[in-house]
């Protein structure tokens, strides 16, 4: 799959953006704050329906705008097979106040979770070390983004879930507010419905982890080149309590906090090194290798679920990563373990030499200010 053009409206800093890319390497170059990460993020709306960085679609019209509008033309074949390269046009636009529309080939999606999973693409960005230093809601979300991608039957549990869940945590509410009386028997018909959706959900990852953990550690080892082992586990009181007996048991505490305690809604994902957290033994490289290897391990279950290569964003690509590192990464673009990659940095000579040894076409824009040239 590739991304062949995009359009930007009002999307940030951008007033309007065309541009068309190659089926290869796209390099967008640019001083700091000039608009390289934002162009990722536009991919990356085109991709899963919202942007990797800004929690609130709003966050996304450029200031004193009222709308804005990413529109992205794919091609579902490889370049070159003329026999049924289909095109497609994706976009993405949101008026201020109201719903963020979805449409593919002009026909807006019923639901927009429709939409994800059909044009997968994997953001590396400095950002994602945050996955091992915030909460576990952050992990939380990786991983649910991740495995919604790989199995859409997974998403409708979570919405599912989520909706059940909100339900209850009213009611729990509505007790406090009431001082007690509320209806017990609506609370036990919510539960019997969230403990299904809810092992499904617990049972789904555990499957899921079997699968990717052994294909992120490979790709750890790959790229660092060393001695710890890392690994990663699922923590969550599911698999050896019973969710419905969990659920009674807790009921006194969840009224009074007025909220859910228990459920895949509070499981966690631990990161671990040579069984050591890596938030706190980890070195800043370690840690973004961690969730390279991560990004890199998801590249490879999204490609291989979909027969089609993800689009790879790969934002900011020196941060933080020795030389040996850094060739290891480019590496696998030259090798072509990577299809339709984009790519930013400030500095158009040392991405030059970095992507040295890679015949491909390679495509480079200047970024402006919010402007954005072929070069
Ligand atoms: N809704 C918006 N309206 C106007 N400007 C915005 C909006 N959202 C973000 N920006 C601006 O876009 C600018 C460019 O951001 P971006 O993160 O793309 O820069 P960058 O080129 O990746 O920089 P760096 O090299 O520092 O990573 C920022 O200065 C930010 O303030
Ligand atoms: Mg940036």
Redesign the pocket.
């Given at each position: 799959m590739i991304l062949e053009s995009l359009h930007l409206l009002f999307f940030?800093?951008y007033n309007e953006a065309n541009l068309r890319f190659s089926p290869r390497i796209n390099c967008f170059i640019?001083?700091?704050?000039?608009?390289?990460?934002?162009?990722l993020?536009a991919v990356h709306y085109l991709s899963l329906t919202k942007s990797a960085f800004?929690p609130l679609d709003a966050?996304?019209?450029?200031?004193g705008e009222e709308f804005f509008v990413v529109k992205g033309r794919f091609q579902q074949d490889a370049p070159g097979s003329d026999a049924g390269a289909s095109k497609e046009m994706i976009q993405v636009s949101l008026r201020a106040g109201q719903k963020k529309v979805v449409t593919h080939d002009k026909q807006a999606y019923e639901r927009v979770s429709d939409h994800i999973g059909r044009y997968p693409a994997v953001l590396i960005s400095p950002y994602d070390t945050d996955l091992i230093r915030q909460g576990s809601e952050e992990r939380r979300k990786y991983f649910d983004s991740l495995i919604s991608q790989l199995d859409h039957a997974y998403l409708e549990l979570l919405i599912s879930y989520n909706h059940i869940l909100r339900q209850r945590n009213s009611l729990l509410k509505l007790a406090a507010e009431r001082q007690g009386g509320y209806d017990r028997d609506y609370l036990l018909v919510l539960d019997e419905q969230l403990v299904p959706v809810g092992e499904k959900i617990v049972a789904a990852r555990q499957q899921f982890l079997l699968e990717f953990v052994p294909i992120f550690q490979r790709h750890y080892q790959q790229l660092a080149d060393s001695r710890e082992v890392v690994t990663l586990s699922y923590k969550s009181q599911l698999p050896e309590a019973d969710f419905a007996k969990l659920l009674r048991v807790q009921e006194r505490k969840d009224l009074t906090l007025q909220r859910t305690t228990v459920g895949p809604h509070k499981d966690d994902f631990v990161f671990l090194m040579d069984d050591l957290a890596v938030k706190s033994y980890g070195s800043q490289g370690q840690q973004k290798s961690y969730v390279i290897a991560l990004k890199l391990a998801q590249f490879e279950i999204l490609a291989a679920r979909n027969q089609q290569k993800p689009l790879l964003l790969l934002?900011?690509i020196f941060d933080r990563l020795d030389e040996k590192r850094i060739t290891r990464l480019l590496q696998l673009v030259a090798d072509h373990t990577f299809g339709q990659v984009f790519l930013?940095h400030?500095h158009l000579d040392r991405t030059d030499l970095a992507l040295a040894n890679i015949t491909d076409q390679i495509s480079r824009f200047r970024?402006e200010h919010?402007s954005v040239q072929a070069l």
């Open positions: 940030k800093n640019g001083d700091n704050g000039s608009g390289k990460t934002n162009l993020d800004s966050q996304s019209i450029k200031q934002d900011d930013t400030t970024v919010g």
